[in-house]
Every structure is written in C-alpha cells, then in structure tokens.
C-alpha cells in the first residue's frame, strides 16, 4: 500500500514546514506550502490524496483555493484549518466541500485520524 | 405591613432617595414633588378657601341681620314705651304743680281726691306728697303715713332743688319695695318754692313694659349708670345685683351689639339710654337658639371644607407622587437604557478585540506547539538519544502551556463569534434542577444548602438549551466559589412578567465589592481568586444577551450575591 501524499497550505512557513515535517516522520508523503499560489503549481504537476488548507490567507484565500483544487483535482480531500474558526464556519466550509475542519493550534493526532478517515472515504 | 407600606408609598416620596443613581442629587425628586404639590395645593386650595369663607361671611351677615334687626326693633318699642309712661307722668304732675293753687295742694282732701283721679287715669302711681322748702312733708296721700317727714337732707331734695325735676334710681326707701320717684318743684307767688313728689311702682313697669321680651333666650331689663339693676333680670339676678356685663356707652338712639361674657358665649345686646331719667334699658339675646341654623350652616360650611381639603390633598399627594414617580422611573429607564448601550458597545470592543488576539495568537501558538511536537518525534524516533526523559519532560511542558493557552483563545472566541443557536422549548425548572444536579456531589461534600423557591406557574420558554446550561452553570459554579462550607444557595424561579421567566440566584457568600460589580461582566476580569480565566461571566453575559435575556447583579459584601437571569419565553 501506497504511501498517502499531504499537501500542507499555510502562510506560515515555520508552521507548515514543521508540521510536514511531523508528518514526514508518522509516516506520510508531506509537503508544505506558505501561499495558495505555491499550492496550485505543485498541484498542477503532482497528485496528491489530502490537503490540508489555512483558510485564512493572504492573496487567494483558502476557501478560494478550495474551490480551485476541486476542479483541478477533484479527488483530493481537502481539511481545512483554521485560527479563529468556529463550529458555524466549519460547518460552512464542509457545506462548501472540505472534508473536515481543525482549530488550530491542531494536535497531531487529531489530524492524523482524519487524514485517515478521508483517504478510506 | 407591606399594605401599608404601599399605601404610605403611594402617597409620601419616602423611597424616591434610594432609587437614584449615586451620583444624582438624591433631594432632586423630592424637591420636584414639593413644588408639585405645593404649586398644585395652591391653585386647588386657594379658590375653594377663598370663596368658602366668602359664603361663610355672607350667610353669617344675613343671620346676623335677621336676628339683630327684631332685637333692634323689639328695643325701639320697649324705649319708646318706657320713655312714654315715664314722660306722661311727668307731664301729668307738671300739668297739676302749674294749674294747681299751692293751697290746694296743701289741701289733704284735695289732694286725696286728685290722687285718685290720677290712679284711676294713669296706672302706676303709688302715691303722691307735697313737700315744703325746708324739706318737711306737707300732705301726703299713699299707704303710709309720712306726713311730717322730713326729706332736707336727703339727695334727691338737694337734686330736685337745683334742677327743677327729678327721677330717681330705684330704691327701697321706707316703702322696702323697689319704686322710683318723679318729683318737681314749683316757685311759689310770695318766694320760695314746694316739691310735688309722686312715687312710681317698679312692678308696672316690669309687668307692662319689659314683659314684652317674652322669648326664653332673651331677657329686657333696665339699668342705672353704675350696671345695678332696676328690675329683676332673667339672666343678671334680682333688683339692686350689679350685673356682670359692661354698662354699654353712652348713646342717644338705640344700639345693637354683639358681645361676649366673661365665659366667652356671644350674646346679641340691645340698648337704649331712656331720656331724663337714670334708666339705660337692656335687651340681651343669647343667640344659641337663633343661631341654631347659622351654626348648623356653619358647621357644615366647616366640614365641607375640611373635606374637600382632606381629599384634594390626599390627591395632590398621590397625583404628585405618580407623577415625580413616573419621571423617576422614565429616568432611571433611560440611565439604564444608556448604561447598557454603554456596555454593550464596550462589549463588542472588547469581543472584536479579543477574536483578533486570540487569532493572532493561536498561529504563533500553532508553531510552537508543532516545533514542540516535532522535538518529540525527533527524540522518539532518534536511538540512543541522552537522557530523553529530561527532553520529554520540558517538552510536555510547554505542550502543556499551549494547551492551556489554546484553551483561552477558544474561550475568547467564543465570547466574540456568535455560535448558531438551537433553539428548542424548554422547561426552566427542569434545566435548572438538571444544572444544580451536576454539582450535587460539590454540595454534598461542602454541605451547602440549595432551596429552590419556584412560582406555581412558570412557561416553558423557547431557547438554546445548551447554552443556557453554560450559563447557569458558570453562574451556579461562581456561587458555590463564594460559598464557604454550610452556605446556602437560593435559586427563585418566577414568572413575574408576562412575557419573560425569571431565575435569581442568591448565596450568602462573601460578596462583591462595588468596584467589582462594575466589571464583573467584562473578559478577565477575576476577583482574585486562584483559578478560572475570568471569562466566565463574560461569555455568560454574551450568551444571555444573545439569546435576548438580561442578566443583572446585586451583591453586598459579607451579606451575599444575587444573579439574576431574565429570560424572553418566545425566541425573536
């Protein structure tokens, strides 16, 4: 079985590097990306299972970019994440797509199980 | 107690000082309702006083007329005819003394015939005496024997001597009955001069002229100079008593005047001073029994005053009352009504402030928490790696702090951020108790008492049952922080108004201080106290108010706290 590939979208380098670090190390394929841009040429070029997006980010926000990975890589399963989310933009963002939400700061675990959960879907 | 205590509200600005903001002048309501009721007295009282003792004035002169001119009336025709019987006799004995001859006077039978032609035409005369210059009594016709007499050194002589014409007081004299004399003197031809004397009987008088005062309130009678009566009195004694009452002045027509005696009674005098003669007669009239109907009048001229005044004032006091009351309240309405947008707009400064620290805090938290947990890995995973433990220990460590960091940046938020309501209908007697079930064990172990006190009907109401357990729940928790061992809980659930449900929540816990009050409602505020975030109460009051309730608090320190929670019953 295949290793499940993580694409990890937040402006914030030392957060999304460091977290597909964690990943790297649970035993996950991870990459980190700080802008919806970057987000997008790797997606171009490469598949992967699950992105995990900040919603809330300069230039093309996450929901936007939502939407985008949607029509470029429809089976992508895409959790969102959030600083100042609540359950009711949650609810609102799993209406519009995502598979799931997170509050940040996330625990690993948390996201592991729904990384999970989103690839056996 | 309490009745009384509304009545007595209701009309006196008793508790007007202990509804007014601190800082208001407590006096401002009261002085407001002094000048209403006092400018309203004016106005109402004035005229109803005014025109009351205008009539009473009116109908007590119409009285007065009506009692005083029959006195008036009655003393004329008494004067005029004691001044006729009087006069007439004078006149009948002029009318001898210049048509008869001395000698004829001297006569005994002449004069005992004139004597008793002088009875049979004028009723009065007891009898009827000449009397020589020197005083000795020369014929005498009458029931005594007094011939002889001699009269020289008496007063009356020496007064008839120089005036010509004399009538005297009443007086005893050798006849030791009440009479009074008319005596004249006539010059003779060859010089000198004789006194024809005739004595009167007082009881003619009193039986033909004073009994014309008939009434049992009003007694006629007749005095001399000196207030020593002349005939017998009804109200002043008998003959020769001094009466009691001033001797009124001098006058020479007929008088009528009110008076009072020495007991202060009113009592109606009329009078007259009788010409030529010593004689002042009396018409005294004490008025109760005419006065009946004026006083009659009078009193309920009096009572309907008192009355009337009884009762404007009495409405005065309780318009002027509702009045300043309702200017009170309307006040107090709108302070409150400034205090909370006051409020509500620091609020939402401080929510919107508190959702953008908490998200600016929650992505360098994020990292932290992430690097941290990155260390972990890399230890995990890394063979031989010194004194890992050490490493884990510090590691959790700070885990930990972002954890309880993260805890407070989702408490802030939720503060800020509405989260979507599920609103449901609820029975508020059952939450509550459902609530209070979730610290039964704290209230067991510290023996704290919870009463509840719950009207007989109390709605269900439409709300987010959820939410409204947070908020009971935090209040509840706040209690029992304040509670030592033994305190009491007193939860009153009612339905006062009628659209709303209230739940108060009362300890008798330390307190609050007043300083506290004013913040108790803001985020991290705490009282000091070693644990909670201070958030509590902040979220409860956003939750309350979203849900369209108002939340209040009253405390006093060392007495205790009360929360109280109004709740809408329809959800809008």
Redesign the interface.
């Known amino acids: 079985m295949s290793k499940t590939r993580v694409l990890l979208v937040d402006d914030e380098e030392d957060l999304s590097l460091v977290l597909a670090e964690r990943l790297e190390m649970k035993g996950f394929i991870a990459r980190g990306a700080v802008s919806s841009e970057e987000a997008l040429n790797l997606i171009e070029n490469e598949e992967y299972d699950i992105m995990i997006i900040d919603i809330k980010m300069p230039g093309i926000g996450g929901l936007d970019l939502m939407q985008r990975v949607k029509q470029i890589r429809p089976k992508t399963q895409i959790i969102l994440f959030t600083g100042h989310g609540t359950e009711k933009e949650g609810a609102a963002a799993i209406n519009d797509g995502a598979f799931d939400y997170l509050i940040k700061p996330i625990k690993i675990d948390d996201l592991i199980d729904k990384i999970n959960k989103a690839v056996n879907k | 107690m309490n009745i009384l205590r509304k009545i007595v509200l209701s009309f006196l600005p008793i508790s007007f000082g202990e509804q007014v903001a601190p800082e208001e002048d407590p006096g401002r309501y009261r002085k407001l309702w002094l000048r209403v009721v006092f400018l309203t007295a004016f106005v109402s009282l004035m005229p109803l006083i005014i025109m009351t003792f205008i009539n009473y004035y009116q109908y007590k002169r119409v009285f007065e007329e009506e009692m005083i001119y029959p006195i008036s009336r009655l003393t004329s025709n008494t004067r005029r005819s004691l001044s006729s019987f009087i006069d007439e006799r004078r006149s009948v004995l002029d009318m001898i003394i210049r048509d008869k001859k001395y000698e004829d006077l001297r006569n005994q039978e002449k004069l005992t015939i004139l004597f008793r032609n002088l009875k049979e035409s004028f009723g009065g005369f007891i009898d009827l005496g000449v009397i020589d210059a020197e005083g000795i009594q020369e014929t005498y016709v009458g029931p005594y024997e007094l011939r002889g007499k001699n009269y020289r050194e008496q007063g009356w002589f020496q007064d008839v001597r120089l005036r010509g014409i004399y009538v005297s007081e009443v007086f005893l004299g050798y006849r030791k009955y009440p009479h009074f004399v008319i005596a004249m003197t006539h010059e003779i031809d060859e010089g000198g001069f004789y006194v024809l004397r005739a004595t009167l009987d007082m009881e003619t008088v009193s039986r033909n002229i004073l009994s014309l005062s008939h009434r049992p309130s009003s007694d006629a009678f007749l005095i001399n100079r000196e207030g020593v009566l002349q005939t017998d009195s009804r109200f002043y004694g008998n003959t020769f008593d001094t009466i009691k009452i001033a001797v009124p002045p001098i006058s020479d027509k007929t008088e009528v005047v009110e008076r009072y005696d020495d007991k202060g009674r009113l009592y109606i005098l009329g009078y007259a001073y009788i010409n030529q003669s010593p004689f002042i007669l009396m018409e005294v009239t004490k008025p109760e029994e005419q006065m009946k109907n004026w006083f009659s009048l009078r009193n309920d001229l009096l009572w309907f005053l008192g009355v009337s005044i009884f009762l404007i004032i009495l409405v005065i006091l309780w318009g002027a009352n509702y009045l300043v009351r309702h200017i009170l309240e309307a006040d107090l309405r709108h302070a409150k009504a400034l205090h909370n947008i006051e409020y509500t707009s620091k609020m939402a400064s401080i929510g919107r402030l508190a959702?953008g620290v908490?998200?600016?805090i929650?992505?360098p938290?994020?990292?932290?928490?992430?690097?941290a947990?990155?260390l972990k890995?890399?230890i995990g995973?890394t063979r031989d790696f010194p004194r890992p433990e050490k490493f884990l220990k510090h590691i959790n460590a700070v885990t930990k702090s972002?954890e309880r960091c993260?805890t407070i940046t989702?408490r802030l938020?939720g503060f800020a951020?509405?989260?979507?309501t599920q609103i449901e209908t609820i029975d508020v007697k059952h939450l509550i108790q459902e609530v209070v079930g979730f610290l039964d064990k704290e209230a067991k172990h510290r023996n704290i008492t919870v009463d509840y006190h719950i009207d007989n009907y109390i709605p269900t109401i439409e709300s987010d049952r959820g939410q409204l357990q947070q908020v009971f729940l935090n209040i509840i928790n706040n209690s029992f922080d304040a509670l030592d061992e033994g305190g009491k809980l007193d939860i009153n659930i009612g339905h006062s108004e009628v659209d709303r449900v209230s739940v108060s929540i009362k300890d008798n816990g330390h307190g609050i201080s007043e300083h506290d009050l004013q913040h108790i409602f803001e985020p991290f505020f705490t009282s000091g106290k070693e644990h909670g975030t201070g958030l509590g109460l902040s979220i409860t009051y956003g939750i309350v108010q979203k849900l369209g309730g108002d939340i209040s608090v009253n405390s006093q320190v060392g007495v205790g706290t009360s929360f109280t929670v109004s709740l809408p019953i329809k959800n809008k």
């Open positions: 959702a908490a998200h600016e929650n992505n938290l994020s990292i932290i928490n992430e690097n947990g990155l890995d890399i995973a972002v993260s989702h938020l951020k509405r989260i979507d």
